[in-house]
């Protein structure tokens, strides 16, 4: 089975940055995409950033370009998401997801398999 485990959430103030980490193990691809969503309460599910395993290509979601960071260490089979600029309304359950098809985007659909999440409180 095809484990993935987020890491490195928690509470920081406003302005503040957090670093997210999420590994994979289980099962090796040959290319695919690994991505962040958030979902706060009550509110529907948000692609954040994703990244494709080997590749230079980047997606974010408007929101938070330019304060957010994806970033990959294939070796370690590891993403990460540097958040910086950190606001209230970032606040969520932040999951890290795998697509093992040939897309790759914030679509939530795409995605094959998914972490339990890491929650992030910015207040």
């Known amino acids: 089975d095809v484990q993935l485990v987020e890491s490195g959430g928690g509470s920081v103030q406003t302005g503040g940055s957090l670093r997210l980490s999420c590994a994979i193990s289980?099962?090796?691809?040959?290319?695919?995409?690994m991505a962040w969503f958030r979902q706060a309460p009550g509110k529907e599910r948000e692609g954040v950033a994703a990244i494709m395993i080997l590749g230079a290509t980047t997606y974010y979601a408007d929101s938070v370009r330019g304060r957010f960071t994806a970033s990959q260490d294939f070796v370690e089979n590891t993403i990460y998401l540097q958040m910086s600029n950190l606001k209230p309304e970032d606040s969520a359950m932040y999951y890290c997801?795998?697509?093992?098809?040939?897309?790759?985007?914030?679509?939530?659909?795409?995605?094959?398999?998914w972490g339990r999440g890491t929650q992030v409180t910015v207040s």
């Open positions: 289980g099962q090796t691809f040959s290319r695919y995409c």
């Open positions: 997801a795998v697509a093992t098809g040939v897309v790759c985007g914030l679509e939530s659909h795409w995605y094959d398999y």
